[in-house]
């Protein structure tokens, strides 16, 4: 079964920094890349940042170039998937998921997602 458990959200001010986590269990994580998408209230889900499973290849939106960062570390079991995330704006307001993604495309490969992670960006 699989299971994605994201957090590391909260409440920040503009120009701060959050780091996200993200335990992926249950599925074929070591060798698939992994991603993370953010919802903003009203908007779709859009893809953040990418990673390939041996870590040498990363994609990024372009609205986060140059301020987020998306690390993993592969274990037998569970892989954990970072968002490193700074100089932070309120347009970074949203709720923060991952989920395994097709490289070609960036899209998720899984149909469920885990309960997400609020982050809260003040002006």
């Known amino acids: 079964q699989v299971q994605l458990v994201e957090s590391g959200g909260g409440l920040v001010q503009a120009g701060g920094s959050l780091r996200l986590s993200c335990a992926a269990s249950g599925g074929t994580f070591s060798s698939d890349a992994m991603g993370w998408f953010r919802q903003a209230p009203g908007k779709e889900r859009e893809f953040v940042a990418g990673?390939?499973?041996?870590?040498?290849?990363?994609?990024?939106a372009d609205s986060v170039k140059g301020r987020f960062t998306i690390s993993r570390d592969n274990a037998q079991n569970t892989v954990t998937v970072y968002l490193q995330m700074n100089s932070l704006k309120p347009e970074d307001t949203a709720i923060y998921y991952c989920?395994?993604?097709?490289?070609?495309?960036?899209?998720?490969?899984?149909?469920?997602w885990g309960q997400g992670t609020q982050v809260t960006v003040s002006s």
């Open positions: 989920n395994a993604i097709d490289v070609g495309t960036t899209m998720p490969i899984f149909g469920s």
């Open positions: 990673i390939s499973w041996i870590r040498i290849n990363t994609w990024y």
